[in-house]
């Protein structure tokens, strides 16, 4: 891809490299809007991450004992569709601060996380040293990932919740997925379920079916860590930009690359998925979460 500047390009396990977009595009609208909204999102994820990651977690050594102590605790849902993971090899996308990624690596797994923020990175990478295992972290975003990259090398793709929202179009995002698979890989998709982020919404102290299921537009909304960090006033926060998708979207993306989805769950009974304040019990009515898995055949 000419319009990528990539550094520190080491294929070693442990290493941390970046992938850079050049200022030239090439394509049509779709490219150049993906790469402006990631501008955007990149501002954000860099812009308080690492902090908003040691006062949720405490510090990477302090964390790393935690998942030392229960590795699994982290990943379960995700393993109840693996199995045994020693020696496979996982991709985790937008995998953040990395938390999983080490757990996995704790199990056996060699892992490689793609994210666009270096503060995220930065986390990950000193709590997998912290846990003692290698873990490789390509700072970049996904649809701009080098070729070599792109290749049938992973056993598992995981894409983890709130991430789908980033991209304009899901048609590339699970292209690259797929291409990524071994024949027989599986993809692990799990999100915030569109009813609960694209119809419901919060009134005083009830859940009421306010919002535009429907609704195509992109929204201006804080960074996911942003309640982590003290507000200043006289420096606002960077903020995202967001494309919420119906779940008939999502599926038809996927089927579209040529997955087989072999399951669709919608989760109930996941408290945090739901505002602070929403109705006891709701959580046990809605689906907060969903998770599909797909074959590569």
């Given at each position: 891809?000419?319009?990528?500047?990539?550094?520190?390009?080491?294929?070693?396990?442990?290493?941390?490299?970046?992938?850079?977009?050049?200022?030239?595009?090439?394509?049509?609208?779709?490219?150049?809007?993906?790469?402006?909204?990631?501008?955007?999102?990149?501002?954000?994820?860099?812009?308080?991450?690492?902090?908003?990651?040691?006062?949720?977690?405490?510090?990477?050594?302090?964390?790393?004992?935690?998942?030392?102590?229960?590795?699994?605790?982290?990943?379960?849902?995700?393993?109840?569709?693996?199995?045994?993971?020693?020696?496979?090899?996982?991709?985790?996308?937008?995998?953040?601060?990395?938390?999983?990624?080490?757990?996995?690596?704790?199990?056996?797994?060699?892992?490689?996380?793609?994210?666009?923020?270096?503060?995220?990175?930065?986390?990950?990478?000193?709590?997998?040293?912290?846990?003692?295992?290698?873990?490789?972290?390509?700072?970049?975003?996904?649809?701009?990932?080098?070729?070599?990259?792109?290749?049938?090398?992973?056993?598992?793709?995981?894409?983890?919740?709130?991430v789908l929202h980033y991209f304009v179009d899901l048609v590339p995002v699970f292209t690259i997925v797929i291409n990524m698979l071994k024949k027989g890989g599986t993809l692990i998709l799990r999100d915030f379920h569109p009813m609960l982020t694209k119809l419901l919404t919060l009134?005083?102290?009830?859940?009421?079916?306010?919002?535009?299921?429907?609704?195509?537009?992109?929204?201006?909304?804080?960074?996911?860590?942003?309640?982590?960090?003290?507000?200043?006033?006289?420096?606002?926060?960077?903020?995202?930009?967001?494309?919420?998708?119906?779940?008939?979207?999502?599926?038809?993306?996927?089927?579209?690359?040529?997955?087989?989805?072999?399951?669709?769950?919608?989760?109930?009974?996941?408290?945090?998925?739901?505002?602070?304040?929403?109705?006891?019990?709701?959580?046990?009515?809605?689906?907060?979460?969903?998770?599909?898995?797909a074959e590569k055949k």
């Amino acid at each position: 891809m000419d319009n990528l500047i990539v550094q520190g390009s080491g294929r070693k396990s442990g290493e941390l490299w970046e992938v850079r977009p050049s200022k030239r595009f090439s394509g049509g609208d779709g490219i150049l809007r993906q790469s402006e909204l990631s501008r955007i999102n990149r501002a954000g994820w860099n812009d308080g991450a690492y902090q908003a990651w040691v006062n949720r977690h405490g510090s990477p050594k302090d964390y790393a004992l935690t998942l030392m102590k229960n590795p699994q605790q982290k990943v379960m849902k995700y393993l109840n569709h693996m199995g045994d993971i020693r020696g496979k090899r996982i991709a985790n996308l937008l995998g953040s601060k990395g938390n999983k990624a080490v757990s996995f690596a704790l199990l056996g797994a060699e892992v490689t996380v793609v994210d666009i923020s270096k503060e995220n990175s930065k986390y990950a990478m000193e709590l997998a040293e912290a846990a003692g295992v290698d873990i490789r972290y390509i700072v970049s975003d996904l649809v701009e990932i080098p070729s070599e990259e792109k290749k049938a090398d992973y056993d598992f793709v995981i894409l983890e919740v709130g991430v789908l929202h980033y991209f304009v179009d899901l048609v590339p995002v699970f292209t690259i997925v797929i291409n990524m698979l071994k024949k027989g890989g599986t993809l692990i998709l799990r999100d915030f379920h569109p009813m609960l982020t694209k119809l419901l919404t919060l009134e005083g102290s009830k859940m009421v079916a306010a919002g535009d299921y429907f609704d195509s537009g992109e929204k201006e909304v804080d960074v996911a860590f942003r309640k982590l960090l003290k507000t200043d006033p006289l420096h606002p926060s960077a903020k995202n930009r967001i494309r919420r998708w119906t779940l008939g979207d999502i599926i038809t993306a996927v089927g579209t690359t040529g997955f087989t989805i072999t399951q669709l769950e919608e989760e109930a009974g996941i408290r945090w998925a739901f505002p602070a304040k929403s109705p006891i019990g709701i959580e046990d009515n809605i689906p907060g979460l969903f998770t599909i898995i797909a074959e590569k055949k």
